[in-house]
């Protein structure tokens, strides 16, 4: 009796303590089982207090499996699964190939997926921009779905303070020739409740066929930066000059085009001119690594310039530019920069510049999903792009354990239940498949390797010149 009664006295005290701390929400969500992850094949189980779910230090990776979806751009989504049956699911770059995940599984099979930090730093040299970056970026999102789930906490918990309990949306807009035609589009996003905006300003398309409109290199001629600055205003009439409102797709630009297009925009006051830079930027114009080029560029204008959605890490790609004062707006693609725990780094070193952050997405739901569980943690944050919006009827109904529809009135609510808060829909998965099988067993990648190799894994001579065959290979 006396050991019952000091019990609950000291948890009257812990309470007391995390109520002056402010940490009462943290008691209240642990008191009450949270709904967790079936086990396939098993009744359902229910997050508490004591985690029962899985023994966290005994927990480890058996598995990686994937699946591609067929949409406008290619969802690669894997899967890693646990000996202990939680499982968490990750999603490579859109356009990108779940190869550049599956030639990980040799680094992660085994490996408890808690370590986050450890596991990620084992396959970074694996990484790098473009979709190169998407194998990487899908392992970091499937770790932290495993973790959430295990620790009963949404993933935003894991990686900091909520700044956003919505995030605000964009839309990737289809251009049109016929500038009331394009200006009518943009009116039917602000109508479905969108109040951010981005179009794209393709010179060749828009302008190429106009006498006197562009160079013998399709870049625009003054008479052709009007044209386009036309477009502009066209969207400009519709939305509002106080809408938020940036532009993307000019054409393969210089330095003095990229200067001349950004100084012409400038009375339309874009919240940035993205990915500028085309021509000698050493890399793919979406991810340059010249910062002083866009150093140059940005002190020439005051139209904002914004982009690097192709980059990947903060050493990697972005800190130079941050650090040189040479971008106003960071525009990464979280499927390339290295998903959560990554891409929060890179937002928030550029926050200590004064730089906010918007966000590429042009994903399923789930890699949406992972990209808002990130910015609401980031509190320069600007808005997030969907380029699913046409066709969000079946795009929504992948996943469930959300609200739909997904993007209401222009914003997703970011999710308080476990891990990234939603699974997928297997039978529309199914419908969708760009080939055969649902999660299919991945044995032809149990002996791939990236690895360098090594002596210590391989049959060689010894330091005697005798020839060693290992255990592993007899």
Same mark, same amino acid.
């Given at each position: 009796? /006396?050991?019952?009664?000091?019990?609950?006295?000291?948890?009257?005290?812990?309470?007391?303590?995390?109520?002056?701390?402010?940490?009462?929400?943290?008691?209240?969500?642990?008191?009450?089982?949270?709904?967790?992850?079936?086990?396939?094949?098993?009744?359902?189980?229910?997050?508490?207090?004591?985690?029962?779910?899985?023994?966290?230090?005994?927990?480890?990776?058996?598995?990686?499996?994937?699946?591609?979806?067929?949409?406008?751009?290619?969802?690669?989504?894997?899967? #890693?699964?646990?000996?202990?049956?939680?499982?968490?699911?990750?999603?490579?770059?859109?356009?990108?190939? $779940?190869?550049?995940?599956?030639? #990980?599984?040799?680094?992660?099979?085994?490996?408890?997926?808690?370590?986050?930090?450890?596991?990620? /730093?084992?396959?970074?040299?694996?990484?790098?921009?473009?979709?190169?970056?998407?194998?990487?970026?899908?392992?970091?999102?499937?770790?932290?779905?495993?973790?959430?789930?295990?620790?009963?906490?949404? !993933?935003?918990?894991?990686?900091?303070?909520?700044?956003?309990?919505?995030?605000?949306?964009?839309?990737?807009? !289809?251009?049109?020739?016929?500038?009331?035609?394009?200006?009518?589009?943009?009116?039917?996003?602000?109508?479905?409740?969108?109040?951010?905006?981005?179009?794209?300003?393709?010179?060749?398309? *828009?302008?190429?066929?106009?006498?006197?409109?562009?160079?013998?290199?399709?870049?625009?001629?003054?008479?052709?930066?009007?044209? *386009?600055?036309?477009?502009?205003?066209?969207?400009?009439?519709?939305?509002?000059?106080?809408?938020?409102?940036?532009?993307?797709?000019?054409? /393969? #630009?210089?330095?003095?085009?990229?200067?001349?297009?950004?100084?012409?925009?400038?009375?339309?006051? *874009?919240?940035?001119?993205?990915?500028?830079?085309?021509?000698?930027? #050493?890399?793919?114009?979406?991810?340059? *690594?010249?910062?002083?080029?866009?150093?140059?560029?940005?002190?020439?204008?005051?139209?904002?310039?914004?982009?690097?959605?192709?980059?990947?890490?903060?050493?990697?790609?972005?800190?130079?530019?941050?650090?040189?004062?040479?971008?106003?707006?960071?525009?990464?693609?979280?499927?390339?920069?290295?998903?959560?725990?990554?891409?929060?780094?890179?937002?928030?070193?550029?926050?200590?510049?004064?730089?906010?952050?918007?966000?590429?997405?042009?994903?399923?739901?789930?890699?949406?999903?992972?990209?808002?569980?990130?910015?609401?943690?980031?509190?320069?944050?600007?808005?997030?792009?969907?380029?699913?919006?046409?066709?969000?009827?079946?795009?929504?109904?992948?996943?469930?354990?959300?609200?739909?529809?997904?993007?209401?009135?222009?914003?997703?609510?970011?999710?308080?239940?476990?891990?990234?808060?939603?699974?997928?829909?297997?039978?529309? !998965?199914?419908?969708?498949?760009?080939?055969?099988?649902?999660?299919?067993?991945?044995?032809?990648?149990?002996?791939?390797?990236?690895?360098?190799?090594?002596?210590?894994?391989?049959?060689?001579?010894?330091?005697?010149?005798?020839? !060693?065959?290992?255990?592993?290979? $007899?």
């Amino acid at each position: 009796m /006396r050991c019952e009664k000091r019990l609950s006295t000291r948890r009257a005290l812990l309470r007391q303590a995390a109520a002056a701390a402010g940490l009462g929400a943290i008691f209240k969500m642990t008191e009450e089982p949270a709904a967790g992850q079936p086990r396939r094949g098993r009744p359902p189980v229910r997050y508490g207090p004591i985690n029962k779910y899985s023994a966290p230090s005994d927990l480890r990776i058996t598995d990686m499996r994937a699946l591609t979806i067929a949409a406008n751009f290619d969802y690669p989504i894997i899967r #890693l699964d646990t000996n202990q049956g939680v499982y968490g699911l990750g999603e490579v770059r859109d356009a990108g190939t $779940r190869n550049s995940a599956l030639m #990980l599984k040799q680094f992660v099979v085994g490996a408890n997926p808690l370590n986050i930090a450890e596991v990620l /730093r084992t396959i970074r040299p694996y990484a790098w921009h473009g979709r190169q970056g998407g194998g990487y970026s899908a392992v970091d999102l499937a770790l932290h779905d495993i973790v959430g789930k295990v620790f009963g906490v949404p !993933v935003w918990r894991l990686l900091g303070d909520k700044y956003h309990d919505r995030i605000r949306m964009y839309c990737d807009t !289809v251009s049109s020739k016929d500038p009331k035609v394009y200006a009518g589009r943009m009116l039917a996003r602000k109508k479905a409740g969108y109040t951010f905006f981005k179009m794209d300003l393709q010179t060749m398309e *828009l302008v190429g066929d106009k006498p006197g409109a562009v160079d013998y290199r399709g870049v625009a001629t003054p008479k052709g930066l009007q044209m *386009l600055c036309d477009y502009i205003a066209a969207i400009r009439d519709v939305i509002g000059y106080d809408a938020p409102l940036s532009a993307d797709h000019f054409g /393969r #630009l210089d330095v003095h085009d990229s200067i001349n297009y950004a100084r012409a925009f400038e009375p339309y006051r *874009l919240a940035w001119a993205e990915d500028l830079l085309q021509v000698g930027t #050493l890399n793919r114009g979406d991810a340059p *690594l010249n910062w002083r080029a866009y150093k140059q560029i940005k002190a020439s204008t005051t139209t904002p310039v914004g982009g690097f959605e192709s980059l990947f890490g903060l050493e990697e790609g972005f800190k130079p530019f941050i650090d040189n004062d040479a971008v106003g707006v960071i525009h990464p693609d979280p499927g390339t920069s290295g998903q959560c725990r990554e891409t929060k780094r890179i937002c928030d070193y550029a926050a200590q510049f004064g730089i906010p952050t918007a966000i590429h997405m042009a994903g399923s739901p789930l890699g949406t999903m992972g990209a808002v569980h990130t910015v609401a943690t980031v509190e320069n944050f600007l808005s997030m792009e969907c380029h699913a919006v046409d066709f969000m009827s079946w795009w929504q109904e992948l996943v469930t354990g959300v609200p739909k529809p997904f993007i209401n009135q222009g914003y997703i609510t970011v999710p308080d239940t476990p891990g990234l808060g939603i699974e997928l829909n297997e039978p529309v !998965v199914k419908e969708h498949l760009r080939y055969p099988g649902y999660f299919e067993p991945t044995t032809d990648w149990d002996k791939a390797t990236a690895r360098p190799q090594g002596v210590a894994g391989y049959p060689h001579f010894n330091e005697h010149g005798e020839w !060693v065959v290992t255990q592993s290979e $007899r």
